[in-house]
């Protein structure tokens, strides 16, 4: 944090915000710089500039970086989430719409955990079966199933 960001407080006071540069975001977010320029490219982020046009970070930006990476750690595709964050922009009118994407999401993501839940068993029969007859091998390429 190097820098404070001055904002107009409701009752017409200044504010001032602690700030952070792009690299302290992504290093504390661990995100790469390049993935943050690319966020506010595609209209995800609105990064405010210092005087001398260097990007500064505000908590409620880095808050917003946080809940995107865990968007995309949810696989998440980057159109939807810029959907969302459209919907967010447009005003508290969209909320149904926001917690319908949301909603679906989660969905898809419960329907992934079934299958891979499914697969891991099978995975664990498997090692189970072999651990019993063969003991723990690593590289086995028997071939056979």
């Given at each position: 944090?190097?820098?404070p960001l001055t904002t107009d407080h409701d009752d017409g006071?200044?504010?001032?915000?602690?700030?952070?540069?792009?690299?302290?975001?992504?290093?504390?977010?661990?995100?790469?710089?390049?993935?943050?320029?690319?966020?506010?490219?595609?209209?995800?982020?609105?990064?405010?500039?210092?005087?001398?046009?260097?990007?500064?970070?505000?908590?409620?930006?880095?808050?917003?970086?946080?809940?995107?990476?865990?968007?995309?750690?949810?696989?998440?595709?980057?159109?939807?989430?810029?959907?969302?964050?459209?919907?967010?922009?447009?005003?508290?009118?969209?909320?149904?719409?926001?917690?319908a994407l949301l909603e679906g999401h989660r969905d898809e993501?419960?329907?992934?955990?079934?299958?891979?839940?499914?697969?891991?068993?099978?995975?664990?029969?498997?090692?189970?079966?072999?651990?019993?007859?063969?003991?723990?091998?690593?590289?086995?390429?028997?071939?056979?199933?």
């Open positions: 944090m190097t820098s006071d200044l504010l001032v915000e602690p700030t952070w540069t792009i690299a302290e975001v992504a290093e504390r977010v661990g995100i790469t710089a390049h993935t943050l320029r690319y966020y506010e490219r595609i209209g995800l982020l609105a990064i405010g500039r210092d005087e001398a046009g260097r990007r500064r970070y505000a908590e409620r930006d880095i808050n917003r970086v946080h809940f995107i990476t865990r968007l995309r750690a949810a696989d998440m595709p980057i159109g939807q989430i810029q959907r969302y964050f459209r919907l967010v922009a447009a005003g508290p009118h969209t909320e149904p719409e926001r917690l993501i419960k329907s992934r955990l079934v299958s891979l839940e499914s697969a891991l068993a099978t995975i664990e029969f498997k090692i189970a079966h072999y651990g019993g007859t063969l003991g723990s091998r690593d590289g086995d390429c028997s071939g056979s199933s």
